[in-house]
């Protein structure tokens, strides 16, 4: 909207290679400058997409959504990173639940998969996993054991058609797929995960 702007700030204290979150805000233009807007005289649909912003940002930079961080050996963040990797969900997971609820039934997987609570449920041959709506990461049962299984990277003529963009959903379905058919996975990294729990 013209004559509006948002606003959004982190900080990232010396030394430390994480930022944390801090504030958002709204600017109007008054006269020739910036003035900080009241929320009141913020319209609803630019509040909305605004924070929809933030919202995308943060769930895309967080390290929640880093598969590997909880192998680096860094103990300064993991209680957050197992906090916030299988926390309640934000209003984009909420909508990445909604669009899985309609594209799950459509698809081979429909019988083995099962949307409950935060979680997209996928009974394999060897185990049942369940894949964070959020940060996409997978807990096996029994036990709510971790499985790392990180997403190769995509070639640029490998489009995917998904109702919106939103690469985690992409993320979340290649992994329910890859799961179904757990017994046929070859990957030495995962087969080693798996053999583990056996």
């Known amino acids: 909207m013209p004559g509006l ?11 430390v290679e994480c930022a944390s979150t801090d504030r958002v805000w709204f600017d109007r233009r008054v006269g020739g400058a910036w003035r900080t807007a009241r929320l009141s005289d913020v319209p609803a649909i630019v509040f909305s997409e605004a924070m929809r912003d933030v919202d995308l940002f943060v769930s895309v930079t967080s390290i929640a959504a880093d ?31 909604s669009a899985l609820q309609r594209i799950i039934p459509r698809t081979k997987l429909a019988d083995r998969c099962e949307l409950i609570e935060r979680y997209l449920v996928v009974r394999g041959q060897l185990s049942t996993y369940k894949i964070h709506l959020g940060s996409a990461n997978i807990l096996m049962e029994p036990g709510n054991t971790y499985l790392c299984i990180v997403p190769s990277r995509r070639g640029p ?17 290649s992994k329910a797929f ?5 017994a046929r ?4 990294s995962i087969v080693a995960q798996l053999r583990a729990r056996r």
Request: cysteine-free; charged content about 30%.
């Open 185 to 188: 996975i070859t990957d030495p």
């Open 67 to 97: 598969p590997l961080w909880v192998d680096r050996g860094d103990g300064l963040y993991v209680d957050y990173w197992r906090e916030a990797s299988l926390a309640e969900l934000t209003a984009t997971a909420q909508t990445r639940r």
């Open 157 to 173: 003529h490998e489009p995917v058609f998904l109702p919106f963009e939103d690469d985690r959903l992409a993320v979340i379905l």
């Open 178 to 182: 890859l799961l179904a058919d757990d």
């Open 5 to 15: 702007r948002h606003d959004y700030r982190d900080q990232q204290p010396d030394g």
